[in-house]
C-alpha cells in the first residue's frame, strides 16, 4: 500500500458536528421563549378585559411591544431553523467531499503500489511521508517507515546524499545509477529525484523514483557484444584467408631447409634458430584456427545428451591438472537429477572446459572450485565457483572480448567463444565476481530451437 500523512478530516468532523448541536439548542430555546411569549400574550389580554378604560390605552402599548418581540422571535426561529438546514447541507457535502479524496487516495496508492518500481517522498527535511509497495520490498525497509529519515531506509545505498543533489538542481530532475549486492548477486538501479510542490508552487519536498535495470543492462552489454563479434568475425575471416596460405607455404620451405642443413652438418646455433621458426609458425597457425572457430558460422550437431555426464567428464579431465596446482574440484551435480539436454556436445564441452581450466588459473596458490547445477521448469543452469582474488572492476566489461586476455599464454578467445557457443545454444553466460572468488552462470534453455548463425 501507500502511505499517506495521517488525515485532519476528524477534526472537522467534530466542528460540525458542534455546531449543528448548537443550532438545535438554540432553536429549542427560542421555541421556548415563544410558548412564554404566547402565555404572557393570553395575561395581557385578560388584565386589558379588567381594566378600567383610561388605563387600557397603556395596557394596549404593551400588547403591541409583546407582538413585535414574538414576531422578531419567529424571525430568530427561521433564521436558526436556516443555519441549521446549511450546517445539515455543509456535513453531507463534506461527507461527500471526504469520500471523494479516500477514494482518490485509494486509487493512487493502488496505482503506486501496482508499478514496478519504488516511489516514496519526502519532506524538505529528508523525513519519510510515503512509499509504496515496491519501495519497502527493494529497500528492504519496514512498513513502518514513514516519518523516519531517509538514510536510515537502506546501508547499501546513499539515498539522501541522491536528494541532496537534487535539491541542488530544483529546475531539473537528477539521475544517478545505483549498484546494489542481494545475496551474492549485483544489481543496477536507476534513480531519479524530482522537487514535491503543493498547488501553489512551494517546495514541500522530493519525490524519489528507483527502477531494477539490471536486465537491461545485460542486454545491452549482450547486444555490446554482437556488435563487437560481428566485425571481428569479419576480421578474422579475411586475416585466416590471407596468412593461412602464406604461413603454409612458410612452413615447407623451413622444412625443405631443416632437411638440406640437416645434411650438411649444421651447427646446433642454426638447429635452435630452424627450431624457433618452427615453433613461432606453429603457433601463428593456432592463432589463425582460432580466428577460424571465432569466425564459424557453422552448423550445430546436436544430440541427446546427459548434462550431469558432460559435467562429470570435463572434470575427470582436469583434475590431474587441478592437483598441480593444489587445486581441488568439487561437483555436487547429481545424475540422476539431471535429464538430457539436446546440445552440440563437443561445442558444450568445451564452455565447461574453459571455464574450469579459468577457474583453476584462478588460484595459482591453490584453493576449491565447486560445480553445481539449478533445474527449473524452463531451464538449466551451471554455476563453476573458485575462491580466487576476483576479477577487477576496470576488466569486468573486457572479459568477454575477444583477443582479451590477462594471461602470458592463450590468444583469449576462450570465454568469447564460450560466450558465442551459448548464444548458439539460446542459452546465456554470466558472472557475479568479489575479491572472495567468482561465479560463473552458464544457461541452458530445456526446449528451445537453436540459433546456428549467431
Known amino acids: 500500500m501507500f502511505r499517506f500523512q495521517p488525515e485532519t478530516g476528524k477534526n472537522y468532523r467534530l466542528a460540525i458536528s458542534a455546531l449543528l448541536a448548537l443550532s438545535v439548542a438554540a432553536i429549542a430555546v427560542t421555541v421556548w421563549v415563544e410558548v412564554d411569549f404566547l402565555r404572557e400574550q393570553k395575561i395581557v389580554q385578560e388584565l386589558i378585559k379588567r381594566l378600567p378604560s383610561d388605563a387600557a390605552e397603556s395596557a394596549e402599548e404593551l400588547a403591541g411591544e409583546l407582538r413585535w418581540q414574538f414576531r422578531i422571535t419567529i424571525l430568530v426561529v427561521l433564521n436558526l431553523v436556516v443555519a441549521g438546514l446549511a450546517i445539515l447541507l455543509l456535513s453531507s457535502a463534506y461527507r461527500a467531499s471526504q469520500q471523494s479524496?479516500?477514494?482518490?487516495?485509494?486509487?493512487?496508492?493502488?496505482?503506486?503500489?501496482?508499478?514496478?518500481?519504488?516511489?516514496?517522498?519526502?519532506?524538505?527535511?529528508?523525513?519519510?511521508?510515503?512509499?509504496?509497495?515496491?519501495?519497502?520490498?527493494?529497500?528492504?525497509?519496514?512498513?513502518?517507515?514513514?516519518?523516519?529519515?531517509?538514510?536510515?531506509?537502506?546501508?547499501?545505498?546513499?539515498?539522501?546524499?541522491?536528494?541532496?543533489?537534487?535539491?541542488?538542481?530544483?529546475?531539473?530532475?537528477?539521475?544517478?545509477?545505483?549498484?546494489?549486492?542481494?545475496?551474492?548477486?549485483?544489481?543496477?538501479?536507476?534513480?531519479?529525484?524530482?522537487?514535491?510542490?503543493?498547488f501553489e508552487g512551494k517546495d514541500i519536498g522530493n519525490v524519489l523514483q528507483l527502477r531494477d535495470v539490471t536486465q537491461q543492462v545485460l542486454v545491452k552489454e549482450r547486444m555490446r557484444r554482437m556488435e563487437r563479434y560481428m566485425g571481428l568475425g569479419s576480421l578474422a575471416v579475411g586475416l585466416h584467408h590471407e596468412i593461412k596460405n602464406p604461413l603454409a607455404a612458410l612452413s615447407l620451405h623451413v622444412q625443405l631447409l631443416e632437411e638440406h642443413l640437416n645434411e650438411n652438418h649444421v651447427s646446433e646455433d642454426v638447429d635452435q634458430m630452424l627450431s624457433v621458426i618452427t615453433t613461432e609458425v606453429q603457433r601463428v597457425g593456432t592463432v589463425l584456427e582460432g580466428f577460424r572457430d571465432f569466425a564459424s558460422l557453422g552448423e550445430l550437431n546436436p544430440e541427446w545428451a546427459n548434462l550431469g555426464d558432460l559435467i562429470v567428464h570435463q572434470v575427470q579431465l582436469l583434475t590431474p591438472k587441478a592437483k598441480q596446482s593444489n587445486v581441488v574440484l568439487i561437483d555436487k551435480t547429481s545424475l540422476d537429477s539431471i535429464a538430457k539436454v539436446r546440445v552440440d556436445r563437443p561445442r558444450i564441452e568445451q564452455v565447461f572446459f574453459n571455464l574450469l581450466n579459468n577457474a583453476i588459473q584462478a588460484m595459482p596458490n591453490g584453493g576449491r572450485v565447486v560445480v553445481d547445477t539449478i533445474i527449473n521448469a524452463e531451464s538449466f543452469t551451471v554455476t563453476i565457483t573458485d575462491e580466487g582474488p576476483g576479477i577487477p572492476d576496470d576488466l569486468k566489461d573486457c572479459i568477454f572480448d575477444p583477443y582479451f586476455t590477462t594471461k602470458s599464454e592463450g590468444t583469449g578467445l576462450g570465454l568469447a567463444l564460450s560466450d558465442k557457443i551459448m548464444r548458439q545454444h539460446n542459452g546465456g553466460i554470466e558472472f557475479h565476481t568479489s575479491p572472495a572468488g567468482t561465479t560463473f552462470e552458464i544457461t541452458l534453455p530445456i526446449a528451445s530451437p537453436f540459433n546456428s548463425k549467431i
Request: with cysteine; charged share 25%.
Open 101 to 198: 479524496l479516500r477514494d482518490v487516495k485509494a486509487l493512487s496508492g493502488d496505482i503506486l503500489s501496482s508499478i514496478d518500481q519504488a516511489v516514496l517522498t519526502t519532506d524538505p527535511h529528508g523525513k519519510v511521508t510515503s512509499i509504496n509497495r515496491r519501495g519497502i520490498e527493494l529497500l528492504g525497509a519496514s512498513r513502518q517507515c514513514v516519518g523516519v529519515p531517509l538514510e536510515s531506509l537502506s546501508d547499501k545505498l546513499q539515498l539522501n546524499g541522491f536528494r541532496m543533489k537534487g535539491r541542488s538542481k530544483p529546475s531539473s530532475d537528477h539521475f544517478q545509477e545505483f549498484t546494489l549486492t542481494d545475496n551474492g548477486t549485483e544489481r543496477t538501479l536507476q534513480g531519479s529525484c524530482q522537487t514535491l510542490t503543493d
